[in-house]
């Protein structure tokens, strides 16, 4: 039995517990979409009206050369890196993941151009799959997007397989894949293997090299708390660099974009997969989002979040156990990313329900109940708090009221 004691005492001895402060969280809001979007980290804000007011106002053009913007990039990037086990020059912060996911398919594509198949999962998150469809209706004769059932994916690795997508966590039920394992039966066939760590970075622990993954792209917006639309990342593994061609190449990419050459040269290493000119306002909030992130310790991080999702999912069984709302997330914290999500059919409108009490989960169609938990910021007894508010709307069926059926544009 968990009591609202027990979490509090957890809240006394939790070293991660300082970080809080270091978030604007609004009062009386319990916030667990940190999945969807991170919340604002104070320094963020400070370093914004540095940047824009200083660096932007008073050097202005000059600050490419003196305020390193033209790096950030690139830095930024080796700092992710270390958040993912990469190393460093085998990351860039850039554009959004789907425009990565489009860079690096095609990369791979090029690097297997005797196979004409990218392999990926039914279910797989919908942006994936769409810039691969994209991607293949340029490359054209041939070319195919192949999604097979989850438990096929690696049986499914023939000979006319170029590259595997995969999301290593899954954006619905949180349900996370083996990296090692399923990285190896990618190559035992001879396929590339491309991550998306949209719900890992900043999430759980990732190691891309331990797992010889070969290419991997992911969010800053989410765990990372960059800031609506932040700067995504991708990694291309050191081994491939040399060999590696993505075709949106720009002149951020090129080897000398101020020599103005009339033919594109790609740069060496990593900075070719830059397209254009980088959003220097968005990466120094990235940038605020992954240093914090970075000052906690990985081994602290990745045991709170696994104790927090135990106990969430124990006190929704504890305190709501005949009401209808089953796991949909694995059993296992260790096979699970940082969320717990449920499935039932009024789904939404029992967000809706929370939302309207402060506590802020979100809904997947056709029937998930999603909750996020980010251990940077959270404290044991929010989760207290957020259960006794799901008990309130379950037992009373605040859900159903016509106001919450209403499906917003973002749900
Ligand atoms: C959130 C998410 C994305 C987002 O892609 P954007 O281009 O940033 O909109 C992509 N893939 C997965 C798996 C996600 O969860």
Known sequence: MITSETLSALDREDPLGPFREQFELPEGVIYLDGNSLGP??????TRLIDVTREEWGQSLITSWNTHGWLRLPQSIGDKIARIIGAAPGEVVAADSTSVNLFKLLAAACALRPERKVILTEDGNFPTDIYMAEGLVSVLGAGYEVRTVDRENVAASVTDEVAVVMLT?????????LDMTSVTASAHAAG?????????SAGAVPVDLNGAHADFAVGCGYKYLN?????????????RH?????????????????????????????????????????????????????????????????????????????????DHGLTLASPADAGNRGSQVC???????????????????????T????????????????????????????????????????????VT
């Open 40 to 45: 604002l980290p104070r320094r963020t804000l």
């Open 168 to 176: 290593h966590v899954d954006y619905r039920t949180g349900a996370m």
């Open 191 to 199: 396929a590339l293997m491309l991550w998306d760590l949209a719900h």
């Open 226 to 238: 960059g800031g609506p639309g932040a700067p995504a990342f991708l990694f291309v593994a050191a």
């Open 241 to 321: 660099q040399d060999a590696a061609h993505q075709p949106l190449s720009g002149w951020m990419g090129h080897a000398a974009p101020f020599d103005f050459e009339q033919r594109y040269r790609p740069a060496e290493g990593i900075t070719r997969h830059l397209a254009g000119t980088p959003a220097i306002l968005a990466l120094v909030a990235l940038e605020e989002g992954v240093d914090l992130y970075l000052e906690a310790d990985a081994e602290d991080l990745r045991r709170k979040s696994i104790l927090m999702t135990e106990c969430f999912a124990a006190l929704v069984a504890q305190e709501c156990g």
């Open 342 to 364: 449920f499935r039932h059919d009024e789904g939404y409108a029992i967000i809706q329900a929370l939302i309207a009490r402060g506590v802020v989960g979100d809904f997947r």
């Open 366 to 409: 056709p029937d998930i109940l999603r909750f996020g938990f980010a251990p940077l910021y959270l404290r044991y007894q929010d989760l207290w708090n957020a259960v006794t508010h799901l008990r309130h709307v379950m037992d009373k069926r605040e859900w159903d009221n016509p106001d919450f059926r209403i499906k917003a544009a």
